[in-house]
T-cell receptor, first 115, second 113 residues
Framework: ETGVTQSPTHLIKTRGQQVTLRCSSQSGHNTVSWYQQALGQGPQFIFQYYREEENGRGNFPPRFSGLQFPNYSSELNVNALELDDSALYLC??????????????FGPGTRLLVL | AQSVTQLDSQVPVFEEAPVELRCNYSSSVSVYLFWYVQYPNQGLQLLLKYLSGSTLVKGINGFEAEFNKSQTSFHLRKPSVHISDTAEYFCAVSGSNDYKLSFGAGTTVTVRA
């Protein structure tokens, strides 16, 4: 069984640029959640996608957007990058977004540095 | 809305000694509770979760946690730690009708020989 994978592992961008992060969900999972983990903090929920639709969103501005594809992989897009966007971005997949007791399995993350 | 407070930011402990990591939550609804571990340069791995039933939950790697509704706590324990338990530990909560996890700030456990 393949776990959750994310690409790239590391990324350096400058303020104002745009970035796309990618996530492949674990086999059999149809739900993907994205979290932002700033240095020294716990992960913060960005949004969740279930069967290609946004299923909920945390307290992040609209310049954070996402997509989920028919194979349940997902992208996180961030426009107009700011210095505070520097963080580890974690993707988590689970079997069914309607059932919270389903465990979320996390990928290794993409570390983004904005200069 | 739910929130989590992890009461200790850093816990140093000697190998083979017991460890307890404290977690308190606040919520106006029924909750599910989780402990995750994050090893250096890796993602999060689930240690254990409480959904309902027995308040003592056993997880992987010899960890266990006890749900205490009256004290709104979910403390994590291990009777004897190994060097390999050195990691960051996160407590998380979700509402029973919620889809997102709310995490605490984390507790860094450093195990010394």
């Amino acid at each position: 069984e393949t776990g959750v994978t994310q690409s790239p592992t590391h990324l350096i961008k400058t303020r104002g640029q745009q970035v796309t992060l990618r996530c492949s969900s674990q086999s059999g999972h149809n739900t993907v959640s994205w979290y932002q983990q700033a240095l020294g903090q716990g992960p913060q929920f960005i949004f969740q996608y279930y069967r290609e639709e946004e299923n909920g969103r945390g307290n992040f501005p609209p310049r954070f957007s996402g997509l989920q594809f028919p194979n349940y992989s997902s992208e996180l897009n961030v426009n107009a990058l700011e210095l505070d966007d520097s963080a580890l971005y974690l993707c988590a997949s689970s079997r069914d977004g309607q059932e919270i007791q389903e465990t979320q399995y996390f990928g290794p993350g993409t570390r983004l540095l904005v200069l | 809305a739910q929130s989590v407070t992890q009461l200790d930011s850093q816990v140093p402990v000697f190998e083979e000694a017991p460890v307890e990591l404290r977690c308190n939550y606040s919520s106006s609804v029924s909750v599910y509770l989780f402990w995750y571990v994050q090893y250096p340069n890796q993602g999060l791995q689930l240690l254990l979760k409480y959904l309902s039933g027995s308040t003592l939950v056993k997880g992987i790697n010899g960890f266990e946690a006890e749900f205490n509704k009256s004290q709104t706590s979910f403390h994590l324990r291990k009777p004897s730690v190994h060097i390999s338990d050195t990691a960051e530990y996160f407590c998380a909560v979700s509402g029973s009708n919620d889809y997102k996890l709310s995490f605490g700030a984390g507790t860094t456990v450093t195990v010394r020989a």
